[in-house]
């Protein structure tokens, strides 16, 4: 019974949490709208996620968000001093093919919106078979330092969360 009301129960806690932030107003009547709506979604979307994915470890979980934050941030530093400072002629934007690890969808997509909410670089695409990322890079002047920092920082973080 409970498993229907609440086919996934992080996504309703998220969802909520979502409104909140939305409105950025706390009331009783966001809360409540908050509420139906972390109820009602997931139960709508439910049919199309027919396997959960399986989240290992809380304490790895805060570990990759604290991570992704502090790089936020460094990289805003970064793209601040690039489109301040650096002439067009001396930046060096690349594409970057990081081939992945990773096999859940889910992780996959935490990955790629990782890159994109990460000012300087984008991820644009992923080949067929899903093995195979494609991020550009603001400032790449050793494209492969950036994909062995994309690969340890984020894909072997998310191996352990999500596989």
């Given at each position: 019974?409970?498993?229907?009301?609440?086919?996934?129960?992080?996504?309703?806690?998220?969802?909520?949490?979502?409104?909140?932030?939305?409105?950025?107003k706390l009331t009783l009547g966001n809360l409540v709208l908050g509420a139906i709506l972390g109820?009602?979604?997931?139960?709508?979307?439910?049919?199309?996620?027919?396997?959960?994915?399986?989240?290992?470890?809380?304490?790895?979980?805060?570990?990759?968000?604290?991570?992704?934050?502090w790089d936020i941030v460094i990289a805003n530093i970064q793209v601040a001093g690039i489109i301040?400072?650096?002439?067009?002629?001396?930046?060096?934007?690349?594409?970057?093919?990081?081939?992945?690890?990773?096999?859940?969808?889910?992780?996959?997509?935490?990955?790629?919106?990782?890159?994109?909410?990460?000012?300087?670089?984008?991820?644009?695409?992923?080949?067929?078979?899903?093995?195979?990322?494609?991020?550009?890079?603001?400032?790449?002047?050793?494209?492969?330092?950036?994909?062995?920092?994309?690969?340890?920082?984020?894909?072997?973080?998310?191996?352990?969360?999500?596989?």
């Amino acid at each position: 019974m409970i498993r229907k009301l609440l086919p996934h129960p992080l996504l309703t806690l998220l969802l909520i949490v979502a409104w909140q932030m939305l409105v950025n107003k706390l009331t009783l009547g966001n809360l409540v709208l908050g509420a139906i709506l972390g109820l009602v979604i997931p139960i709508l979307t439910a049919p199309y996620w027919p396997n959960r994915p399986r989240l290992r470890s809380l304490p790895r979980i805060v570990e990759y968000i604290l991570v992704v934050l502090w790089d936020i941030v460094i990289a805003n530093i970064q793209v601040a001093g690039i489109i301040l400072f650096k002439r067009n002629a001396s930046t060096r934007p690349a594409w970057i093919n990081v081939p992945l690890r990773l096999h859940t969808p889910e992780a996959i997509t935490v990955l790629a919106g990782t890159i994109t909410m990460t000012p300087g670089t984008i991820s644009s695409d992923l080949s067929a078979d899903g093995h195979t990322l494609l991020v550009h890079c603001l400032h790449a002047p050793d494209p492969d330092a950036i994909r062995d920092q994309i690969k340890s920082r984020y894909e072997r973080r998310l191996m352990e969360i999500f596989e």
